[in-house]
């Protein structure tokens, strides 16, 4: 018997493991007590009726969910959703967020997406055209004369730049998402200035909006001007008082009919931070449309909508510069007054009104995950060909830096964080191309590509120190630098980004019921409301017995289909996947509709499903390239560094919930046991020194590792010369260990015919000799950093 009770409640588990329908453990339930312990008259009395109440949904409507329904909004335990949230809501589409909120990812699914690659095409586009525009751009004269030179704009509006997501149909090169991807992150580790003014035309603005929400029209006329950079667009959103609440945007048009009785709209607006503003001929506008004496019959205010408005028309103001940062982009304010415009020229034309919200969502969800971190990469990849070689050629104390523990460090931080953020960026760009709009992961993407490509060139400048801050030709990092946190702030400010959109909308949009339930309740729909509540019951019961399971055993009760490393980091974030889902509904429950102001937790909350997915994105690089010998490492340290990341944000969760007595029920069991069953310790010393090996060795690693950027063929180039001292420092690496065995035996003594004695003695031969002597020579020129005259350095100032 006892034998019997054992596997009944271990099939009772099993039953909340997967979970199965409520009737079935429920009943399960029932026998397993009735072996234990055969209850009395009086249990089965509530027993029984209580299974009918909650397992019967005729009953269970009328006995439960419409008193829950009344309580929960009188005490507003769920959070309202305003009619523009609801609209951000529905932009873009789940993906593999859904997975982890679902505290049951299935990486079979996951694992058959898309991770793509370049056309024959696009290839050829990539070594060509891009390659020659980026040979044109000089960044430190871009920089002394404020502006990307005529040449550069003239090649980059003949060849189609600024048209890339514009299809050939109308004129541009209709490339996709990855190819427009590897463009811009190959001239951002040339010149930001050169990414960002080719990004934006391809990124959200007329192009984008046009393409997707425009008139037949507007199509024909605008895309073709586009894509040969007749037309040079801009969009306009941003204002003195709308950064990040672009809801509130002041700029507005009132509709009127002019003398010969056409209906337009006369416009007032103010707007800043507007990229290519002052050299833009069409803008694309956001503003608030009113009708107040009703002309379209359609009610008084007529809600956002974005209009195409030629930069030549009456009343609108540009041609001054913001300083961003001393980084020359063109970034303007533009102002209008009284300018006025038709009704055709709102994008989609008269079906476009009222829908630009919408179309800024929808837009901004998909930009996220290209722009920024394709400009992010390519800065990440140049950071780190640059320190490696950098570590490698200086040297102090008589060896090289890279030698140093301190510098090894930061060098496996570079290298770990290049490889999992170009994952990462084709994995999601994979994701664009098959036409999903994934919004959520897209934050995640601008968030953590932003914040890596600012660790990274912090890193890399600390091992070049001086070297790094001496402005001049010769400094390679320095103007990447400058621009890290004009990244940071744009489309969407980070400190937003992580404490709002990546959990709190996350949450909604890619819990399986959260959203339903707040439309049930705001409809009233206590059917709706029933079936998805009670199923929501059952979901958080069920990851509770997941999470308690899965780190019992180490998570080892996943049965993955992987073997290795990427089976082991798969059965680690499936346990986390369900403590994330369980955790999520608990804190969800406890504050309710104030969870939204709890912006400390729902960060925190953030930082665990963006450690998934970067994790999960470097697991699917892995496999998708083959499961290299090589780059097992690349996997063993991001995902111990991920799983640690991720364990010290659920004991901060833990930490700083409120200490009433649901509180203090978190606070300590829950608590005790994320402590007490961590997910991964922080990665070894040891991998930090293998990985630095990476980038300060010649080799193909260090090659596909940076693979993407601009290498210039002309040897004179500061890029250039680095590289080869870099290529003679490791090749001079053996014979200098023979030189230095000899000093540390007596036999030689350091001084300036160290070489000279190493060759008299026999310890090198006259090749070597040669080697050495050129390697130093090159090395020593190479670590000179620029100098001005202090009349050079005047004119600069």
């Not at 009770?5 to 339930?29: C, E, H, M």
């Not at 040449?151 to 490339?175: A, D, H």
């Not at 996709?176 to 010149?191: D, G, P």
């Not at 204002?239 to 209906?263: M, Y």
Request: charged share 25%; net charge neutral.
């Amino acid at each position: 018997m006892q034998y019997l009770i054992i596997v009944l409640s271990v099939g009772l588990l099993a039953l909340w493991y997967v979970g199965a329908k409520a009737i079935y453990w429920a009943a399960l339930l029932a026998l397993v007590i009735y072996l234990i312990k055969e209850p009395g008259f009086v249990f089965w009395l509530f027993y029984i009726p209580l299974n009918i109440i909650f397992l019967l949904p005729g009953i269970r409507r009328e006995l439960v969910s419409r008193h829950l329904v009344a309580l929960i909004q009188r005490l507003h335990l769920m959070p309202s959703i305003s009619k523009t949230e609801k609209i951000a809501l529905r932009a873009g589409t789940v993906w593999v967020d859904g997975e982890f909120f679902s505290g049951k990812p299935n990486f079979d699914t996951i694992f058959k997406e898309s991770y793509p690659a370049l056309t024959q095409e696009e290839q050829a586009f990539l070594d060509n055209e891009t390659n020659r525009v980026c040979a044109m751009t000089d960044d430190w004269k871009v920089y002394r004369e404020r502006d990307l030179s005529k040449e550069v704009w003239q090649y980059l509006k003949e060849e189609k730049f600024f048209g890339m997501i514009i299809p050939k149909s109308y004129g541009g090169l209709g490339f996709s998402a990855l190819a427009h991807s590897a463009v811009i992150q190959k001239m951002a580790s040339r010149s930001q200035v050169l990414a960002i003014t080719t990004m934006v035309p391809n990124s959200l603005g007329p192009a984008e909006l046009i393409l997707h929400y425009g008139s037949a029209s507007q199509k024909a006329h605008y895309l073709p001007r586009l894509a040969d950079g007749r037309e040079i667009p801009c969009f306009a959103l941003t204002e003195p008082l709308a950064g990040s609440d672009a809801t509130s945007i002041r700029s507005h048009g009132e509709v009127f009919e002019d003398e010969n009785g056409k209906i337009r709209i006369r416009l007032q607006f103010e707007k800043r931070y507007i990229t290519l503003g002052a050299v833009a001929t069409l803008i694309g506008l956001a503003f608030v449309l009113r009708d107040p004496k009703k002309i379209l019959d359609r009610g008084e205010d007529l809600g956002i909508c974005c209009a195409l408005v030629s930069a030549e028309t009456k009343g609108i103001i540009q041609g001054r510069q913001h300083d961003p940062l001393g980084v020359p982009f063109i970034n303007s304010p533009i102002s209008g007054t009284d300018v006025v415009i038709g009704i055709e020229d709102i994008i989609g034309a008269e079906e476009g009104i009222g829908e630009g919200w919408m179309m800024l969502m929808e837009s901004l969800s998909v930009g996220r995950g290209i722009s920024l971190p394709s400009t992010s990469t390519g800065g990440i990849k140049l950071a780190a060909r640059v320190a490696g070689a950098y570590a490698q050629v200086r040297e102090q104390f008589g060896i090289s830096i890279a030698k140093f523990e301190g510098i090894e460090i930061e060098l496996a931080k570079i290298a770990a964080f290049t490889y999992m953020m170009d994952a990462a960026r084709k994995f999601t760009i994979g994701a664009i191309d098959e036409g999903k709009k994934p919004a959520v992961i897209n934050a995640v993407m601008k968030y953590h590509s932003t914040e890596k490509f600012r660790e990274v060139i912090n890193h890399a400048m600390d091992i070049q120190g001086g070297a790094a801050i001496s402005l001049g030709p010769k400094n390679l990092l320095a103007n990447a630098y400058f621009g890290a946190p004009i990244a940071i702030t744009v489309e969407g400010a980070n400190i937003m980004t992580r404490t709002l959109i990546q959990f709190g909308q996350g949450l909604i949009r890619c819990h399986p019921y959260v959203y339903k339930e707040i439309e049930a309740l705001g409809e009233k729909d206590i059917e709706a409301f029933d079936e998805n509540f009670f199923k929501h019951i059952g979901f958080t019961l069920r990851n509770m017995v997941r999470m308690l399971l899965l780190s019992l055993t180490r998570g080892y009760i996943h049965l993955s289909k992987r073997s290795g490393l990427v089976a082991k980091y798969e059965r680690k974030l499936v346990w986390s996947s369900a403590t994330f889902a369980f955790l999520s509904d608990f804190v969800m429950g406890y504050y309710g509709g104030s969870l939204k102001q709890k912006e400390k937790i729902t960060a925190r909350f953030g930082d665990i499903l963006s450690w998934m997915y970067l994790l999960t994105a470097t697991m699917k690089r892995f496999q998708a390239e083959g499961e290299r010998e090589e780059d097992k490492i690349f996997l063993k340290w991001i995902g111990d560094h991920a799983l640690h990341q991720i364990q010290n944000a659920y004991e901060e969760i833990s930490n700083n919930i409120d200490r009433s007595l649901v509180g203090l029920f978190f606070a300590y069991p829950v608590g005790w046991y994320i402590r007490l069953n961590s997910l991964s310790k922080a990665p070894d010393d040891a991998l930090s020194k293998a990985l630095a090996e990476k980038l300060v060795s010649e080799g193909s690693e260090r090659e596909r590792l940076t693979e993407g950027i601009y290498l210039p063929d002309n040897a004179q180039e500061a890029l250039s010369r680095l590289e080869h001292a870099f290529r003679l420092s490791c090749q001079a690496e053996i014979i200098t260990a023979k030189v230095k065995k000899e000093i540390r035996s007596g036999q030689l003594q350091k001084g300036e015919t160290l070489y000279v004695d190493a060759l008299k003695s026999g310890v090198i031969d006259e090749a070597e000799y040669a080697l050495l002597s050129e390697a130093k020579k090159v090395k020593e020129e190479t670590i000179m950093v620029d100098e001005f005259s202090v009349s050079d350095y005047l004119k600069r100032a």
